[in-house]
C-alpha cells in the first residue's frame, strides 16, 4: 500500500459527532495541523477519552496518543475528522498503537504486570510487549488491537501464550478448549455450592 500523503473523509469508515471515538485510530482535520506537520503522518491519533469523545458531546475536549510520535495531546472534538479505516493503518502506526496501554489501566511503578501484550505485523515484525496488570487490562487491550493489527498474542508472567488472534480470529485457545474450560468452572462452582 502506497503511503498517503492526507487523509480525506473517503478515508474514514465514520465521520460526524453522532458516534463514540473512545478506543478508536481518529484523523484530525488537516487544518487542524500547523503548516508543517499537515500529512498523515500527523493526522492518526488513537483516543484515549475525554468528554468530546462520546457520541454527540457535551464537552469538547478529547484525550489522544500520537500515532507518529508517541505523544499525549489534548484535542477539540471539531479538530476530528473521522475514524481511520483500519486497512489504512500504516504499519509504523501499527506499531506505535500496540505500545499504547488501555485506559484506565493501573501505574507501573506500583503494580506488576501479570501479563505482556504484543501485536504483530504479518511480516513478524514487533516492538518489546506491553505491560497488563489485570485480566480486565488483558481484554480492553485486545479490544483496541484487534481492529488494527494482524496478530494480537497475550502471554502470562512465564511468558507463555494464553491468548493469540490472527486476522481477527481467535487461534489460541481454541473456542472448544474455552468452553470445556467454562462447563470445567460452572461444575467446581456447583460442588462448592453443595458443600
Given at each position: 500500500m502506497s503511503e498517503k500523503t492526507l487523509f480525506t473523509q473517503e478515508d474514514c469508515m465514520q465521520t460526524g459527532y453522532d458516534m463514540?471515538?473512545?478506543g478508536k485510530v481518529i484523523v484530525l482535520h488537516p487544518s487542524s495541523l500547523p503548516e508543517e506537520f499537515?500529512?498523515?503522518k500527523y493526522?492518526?491519533?488513537f483516543c484515549t477519552g475525554g468528554n468530546g469523545s462520546n457520541p454527540n458531546p457535551i464537552g469538547r475536549y478529547i484525550f489522544t496518543v500520537s500515532l507518529a510520535e508517541g505523544e499525549k495531546l489534548r484535542w477539540n472534538r471539531n479538530d476530528i475528522?473521522?475514524?481511520l479505516k483500519p486497512e489504512l493503518l500504516p504499519e509504523?502506526?501499527?506499531l506505535q498503537l500496540s505500545q499504547i496501554r488501555p485506559n484506565g489501566s493501573l501505574d507501573l511503578k506500583n503494580n506488576e504486570p501479570q501479563y505482556s501484550g504484543y501485536c504483530f505485523l504479518p511480516d513478524g515484525r514487533y516492538t518489546s510487549g506491553v505491560g497488563l496488570c489485570s485480566d480486565k487490562e488483558v481484554i480492553d487491550y485486545i479490544e483496541m488491537q484487534k481492529e488494527y493489527q494482524h496478530r494480537v498474542m497475550i502471554c502470562d508472567r512465564e511468558d507463555f501464550c494464553v491468548f493469540e488472534m490472527i486476522a481477527g480470529q481467535i487461534?489460541?485457545?481454541l473456542p472448544e478448549t474455552m468452553e470445556a474450560y467454562r462447563k470445567e468452572k460452572q461444575e467446581q462452582g456447583r460442588m462448592?455450592?453443595?458443600l
Open positions: 463514540s471515538i473512545n499537515r500529512n498523515a493526522q492518526m491519533y475528522l473521522g475514524i509504523y502506526a501499527q487461534v489460541h485457545p462448592e455450592m453443595k
